[in-house]
């Protein structure tokens, strides 16, 4: 049932799986009509069998993992699982200048990068010099032929789901390492810890009505900014349902 005490995005996401196990967490529509299905207790499963596999890679607590990818479950599975052993995330516009890329993975001083696998090889230089990059995992479904050290992000989710009751991790730790626009100066990177989302963010969304268990979400924004990553994060703490697209443009979405 989690830790006595504890207050984690991980914990409040593993209590409503063993709230809610059946239900729906992310629907995705596909652009050829289908679509696929993760109940909650198979995105916790997931997002466990991650942290196990970032561990085990050599992700600890305290890094940072810069996600570099498009708006998809992986994302969301790489993103809770690298919370539940304490490695904070910041997301990175993965459609962003190479300059913009170097520039935030260089300042959050990322150990880990999470890239699409379509924009793998263009950062593949940026990548080999920045220092404190030690680990690059690919989003794809591809075989990966790169001139540095990769592991394929399927393989992560093969692992035996970690036991979150034992991984290491205070509500105190930072869960978010989000940066502004940058649209005047620099961009400025925001540090939120688990705690402070879990008793302010989320709990002003659902006490003013704006979320609530019972909602499913048509979510196109873009997952690497806080109104991103926030709102996925506050719905799923509540129980909603997130609903995704493969398509991009306005007329293939509506």
Known sequence: SGVVGRATIGDAIHRQALRQPNKDALVTYNTDGSQNALTYKEVDL????????????????GDVVAICAPNGVEYIVAYLGALQIGAAVTGVNWAAPLADI?????????TTVVIGESRLHECEEILKKLTTVQYVIVVGDSDIRSSIEVTKFSSLVQNTPLDT??????????????????????????LI?????????????????YISPDDVYLFVKPFHTIAGIGSITSMLLVGSTLVFLEAVTPDAVL
Do not use: M
């Not at 170097?102 to 990322?110: P, T, V």
């Not at 034992?166 to 005047?184: F, K, M, P, Q």
């Not at 989302?197 to 006490?207: G, H, M, P, V």
């Open 102 to 110: 170097e520039w935030q993975i260089e300042h959050a001083g990322a």
């Open 46 to 61: 997931r997002a466990a069998s991650c942290a196990t596999g970032l561990r085990e890679l050599g992700v600890q607590r």
């Open 165 to 190: 009751t034992e991984s290491d991790v205070n509500e105190n730790d930072i869960a978010l390492l989000v940066y502004t626009s940058g649209s005047e100066s620099k961009p400025k990177g925001v």
């Open 193 to 209: 810890p688990h705690r402070n989302y879990l008793i302010s963010t989320t709990f002003s969304l659902l006490s003013a009505g």
